[in-house]
T-cell receptor, first 111, second 113 residues
Framework: SQELEQSPQSLIVQEGKNLTINCTSS?????LYWYKQKYGEGLIFLMM?????EEKSHEKITAKLDEKKQQSSLHITASQPSHAGIYLC???????????FGQGTRLTINP | NAGVTQTPKFQVLKTGQSMTLQCAQD?????MSWYRQDPGMGLRLIHY???????DQGEVPNGYNVSRSTTEDFPLRLLSAAPSQTSVYFC????????????FGEGSWLTVV
């Protein structure tokens, strides 16, 4: 079965700094999803990547899918306190059915 | 735009009690799933459904029961609650397979004492 490993597990950065979170799969990635979760709240959809080499951006967040490395990266530019939370990657070609998740990356932004 | 609605948001149960977590979506999605989230373990799939009348087990199905009598609703039943079922539960839905956004409910925080 597919497994996703996120790194780092925890990240503390100074406000205004850039950061990258990685999601590495044990198998070929089909349909990679990134979600953000505020502490004690639900999951907010960020982006979905489907094809190797695909890159998507939303505001200051960019996600890339490297099919050869079986890896996706999430990059935040000029981090803000609103970026704090837990970032989760999920993968699976079957939609909501059988989505596999990484263990999450806890991001803290220090002012 | 209700999206995916879960109830209740918080619940405390005694060991051995049963209860049902409700999940409803108003987007006519075929696929619906239940996940549980535990510290340091991400989300794990409990049960899923690909349409009304069709359900199947996920990674951690023991102690849970589901049914899908309508497209809109996918309730999760805890048959006899155990402390190991203390967790945050998320319902998700999507239309079809890959390439479509997966929507999650806001979560149900369950504590079993």
């Amino acid at each position: 079965s597919q497994e996703l490993e996120q790194s780092p597990q925890s990240l503390i950065v100074q406000e205004g700094k850039n950061l990258t979170i990685n999601c590495t799969s044990s198998k070929t990635l089909y349909g990679l999803y990134w979600y953000k979760q505020k502490y004690g709240e639900g999951l907010i959809f960020l982006m979905m990547l489907q094809k190797g080499g695909e890159e998507k951006s939303h505001e200051k967040i960019t996600a890339k899918l490297d099919e050869k490395k079986q890896q996706s990266s999430l990059h935040i530019t000029a981090s803000q306190p609103s970026h704090a939370g837990i970032y989760l990657c999920g993968a699976g070609p079957w939609g909501a059915q059988k989505l596999v998740f990484g263990q999450g990356t806890r991001l803290t932004i220090n002012p | 735009n209700a999206g995916v609605t879960q109830t209740p948001k918080f619940q405390v149960l005694k060991t051995g009690q049963s209860m049902t977590l409700q999940c409803a979506q108003d987007m006519n999605h075929e696929y619906m799933s239940w996940y549980r989230q535990d510290p340091g373990m991400g989300l794990r799939l409990i049960h899923y459904s690909v349409g009304a009348g069709i359900t199947d087990q996920g990674e951690v199905p023991n102690g849970y029961n589901v049914s899908r009598s309508t497209t809109e609703d996918f309730p999760l039943r805890l048959l006899s609650a155990a402390p190991s079922q203390t967790s945050v539960y998320f319902c998700a839905s999507s239309y079809g397979r890959s390439g479509n956004t997966i929507y999650f409910g806001e979560g149900s925080w369950l504590t079993v004492v």
